[in-house]
């Protein structure tokens, strides 16, 4: 089992800027990925980024030069900077980790709001 931890979130205006953070405990493979997924209200979750062990980055399209995905192996974090928020990237942003065994182990934190108002 993997247990995850997020801080940060929040209310910010439009412009502005916040950071995620997320921290794993538990049965950490050392290959694996993590990063933050959102889901606005009537909306399916979506990927936001992920960023691999090896630090290979993926970012959802409509915040690619906005946002940018870090991480700390020896402490298994992750942190998300998010910057020039928009409206639309209000949502409940999850952390999420996932590892390879066999099968994909899919893991979740519990959810952060992120409200960008206009």
């Known amino acids: 089992q993997v247990q995850l931890v997020e801080s940060g979130g929040g209310l910010v205006q439009t412009g502005g800027s916040l950071r995620l953070s997320c921290a794993a405990s538990?049965?950490?493979?050392?290959?694996?990925?993590m990063g933050w997924y959102r889901q606005a209200p009537g909306k399916q979750r979506e990927l936001v980024a992920m960023?691999?062990?090896?630090?290979?980055?993926h970012y959802a399209d409509s915040v690619k030069g906005r946002f940018a995905i870090s991480r700390d192996n020896a402490k298994n974090t992750v942190s998300l900077q998010m910057n020039s928020l928009k409206p639309e990237d209000t949502a409940v942003y999850y952390c999420?980790?996932?590892?390879?065994?066999?099968?994909?182990?899919?893991?979740w934190g519990q959810g952060t709001q992120v409200t960008v108002s206009s």
């Open positions: 999420n980790y996932n590892h390879y065994s066999g099968y994909v182990h899919d893991y």
């Open positions: 538990g049965n950490i493979f050392s290959i694996n990925a």
């Open positions: 960023i691999s062990s090896g630090n290979n980055t």
